[in-house]
């Protein structure tokens, strides 16, 4: 396919990104601590801490990590921690030791976990003190030597570590300690000195499982390579409206998701941000708080994170002046939401695209456009192909799968030679498994996913166009849709929907989508329910409504 998008790029966007400035992440960490060494680098539960500060506990850690844990080059450190100020110096420490890091979601369950450890083969674990009764039961079946927990006053100053010990969310479980279980503030106390570790683009930096909704979750194999390359294009991209140590970004998504992991930890670390961490967004009325305040000038979220903030009548009472942009990601921005967003605002949502296994960023619209529903057109040095069934690509405005090719691409799953292979086409594009057009402007548009697409009479139906639409109706708060057996259709359309007003019907809904929707497209069936399921960054468990 002819690079279309290229000729669509602003003028100060380069088509191709330059030899990678580092070695490694340490090598970025290092560089930013140096030229912001008293800036603030994380804001948490109203605790501040700078650069320099950052880069001596980091120091500290990975020196205990090689000098009492034998932690050294690709040994594999779990780090199953929320957004706290642990969690980044977990991580720079880790990759001070000459780790490879495996993110574990603090939400799974005991299975989950052992699961993933024992597919990673990790032997060291960092987690909260509030996530052991579900790793506990399942330790003794992993490779796992050792324990380290933190507990939420870890790093934060006196005053709010007494404060917060009274907030019952933040309580801990009373653990017993024995000699596997090690405290994340007595590690902070040593004294050792750090071997150095030369880590390399080709080294792998993270194990980072994929969000599967069905069967059993894969490890995309990311390289320091593969990150930095990524924050490289994300540069292009946005250097030019950015300036460094002038930013501030509220990090609500978790930390250990790929997303937040390279856009706000990674890319606004490198250029001296304030990165402001929402430990748990679902708190509301403290999740306003701290924008209120905090002057941020960067908010990255998904449809449902930015739905949530506009239902706060406080929300809408924010002085949004220092706001530049806002990135939606991992899941569709609904045309409704962005049109609520800009409206209060008064700053367009940006929406991009990617995947764990393209660390994360694809493609990205351009910030100074309104939104329009599209991706937008591939990063630099990022080639995209649209492929059908039997893999022939095809041209402008034609549905198809949307492969990939790039270095923030990963080269291979963990372990497993089987799925990498049928991941990839024979000419090392990855097969992202999402449809997708590109119009003659160059910008990517989703469909849906492929395994979420309905059959219905002949017709392929795609779940997001109908959400999309059923979402602008005034009394809908949200909605998803699936496709369920049906004799004559060969599959329905099954609509579920939080009500916005109580007085919403079925028979309304079902009028509503004959105004806008083709007869095939129409639900059969509209269910009225409390909340969509969803997973932890927001996206739609459609598994979950077919248990409805």
């Known amino acids: 396919m002819e690079k279309i998008w290229l000729k669509h790029y602003p003028k100060n966007i380069p088509s191709t990104i330059d030899s990678l400035k580092f070695n490694s992440i340490i090598d970025l960490m290092k560089n930013s601590s140096s030229l912001f060494p008293d800036h603030t680098a994380f804001t948490n539960l109203n605790t501040r801490l700078s650069y320099k500060k950052i880069d001596r506990y980091s120091e500290k850690f990975g020196a205990y990590l090689q000098n009492q844990l034998s932690i050294t080059k690709r040994s594999k450190v ?6 706290l100020l642990t969690y ?53 079946n992993t490779l796992i030597k050792n324990i380290i927990i933190c507990r939420i006053t870890d790093l934060l100053s006196p005053i709010m570590s007494a404060l917060v010990k009274t907030v019952f969310f933040f309580k801990g479980p009373k653990i017993s300690l024995n000699s596997n279980y090690l405290l994340f503030s007595n590690i902070l106390k040593n004294s050792y000195l750090r071997k150095n570790i030369v880590l390399e683009n080709k080294d792998i930096a993270l194990l980072q499982y994929t969000g599967g909704t069905t069967g ?36 609500a998504l978790p930390l ?75 899941m569709s921005v609904l045309s409704s939401t962005a049109k609520k967003w800009k409206k209060i605002t008064g700053v367009d949502i940006t929406q991009g695209y990617g995947l764990t296994e393209t660390a994360p960023i694809v493609s990205v619209n351009i910030i100074s456009e309104p939104f329009n529903g599209t991706i937008g057109p591939p990063m630099p040095s990022t080639d995209i192909s649209i492929r059908d069934e039997k893999n022939n690509e095809l041209n402008i405005n034609q549905e198809g799968e949307l492969c990939v090719k790039g270095p923030q691409v990963m080269s291979e799953y963990w372990n497993n030679p089987e799925e990498t292979k049928n991941s990839f086409t024979d000419d090392g594009f990855f097969k992202t498994g999402d449809i997708a057009i590109i119009n003659e402007n160059g910008s990517l548009k989703i469909v849906d996913r492929k395994k979420d697409m309905i059959i219905s009479s002949g017709f392929n139906v795609y779940p997001n166009e109908i959400e999309d639409y059923v979402s602008q109706h005034p009394d809908v708060r949200e909605c998803g849709v699936i496709g369920v057996n049906d004799s004559n259709r060969g599959e329905s359309i099954k609509l579920f929907i939080v009500k916005e007003e109580k007085k919403l019907g079925e028979i309304e809904v079902i009028n509503f989508c004959k105004k806008g929707l083709a007869v095939y497209k129409i639900p059969k069936k509209v269910i009225f329910i409390d909340e969509i399921p969803k997973n932890n960054v927001g996206k739609i468990l459609r598994r979950k409504l077919r248990e409805f």
């Open 216 to 251: 059993k979750s894969k490890a995309a194999v990311l390289t320091h390579g593969n990150i930095l390359a990524n924050i490289e294009q994300l540069n292009a991209w946005v250097g030019p409206i950015v300036v460094p140590g002038k930013e501030s970004i509220i990090t």
């Open 88 to 140: 980044p110096v977990a991580l720079f420490g880790s990759y001070l030791a000459g780790a490879i890091v495996i993110n574990i979601n603090p939400l799974f369950k005991g299975r989950e976990i052992e699961s993933s450890l024992n597919d990673s083969g990790a032997e060291t674990i960092i987690v909260l003190d509030r996530f052991m009764s579900e790793l506990e039961p399942v330790v003794k």
């Open 78 to 83: 779990a780090i199953m921690l929320p957004n």
């Open 256 to 330: 250990y998701h790929i997303f937040s992991f390279t856009v706000n930890l990674m890319y606004f670390y490198s250029i001296g941000s304030n990165n402001i961490l929402v430990t748990n967004p679902r708190d509301l009325k403290s999740f306003v708080n701290t924008l209120k305040k905090n002057k941020f000038t960067v908010i990255t979220g998904v449809n449902t994170l930015f739905n949530l903030l506009l239902t706060s009548s406080s929300f809408k009472k924010i002085n949004f002046s220092a706001l530049k942009f806002t990135v939606g990601g991992g």
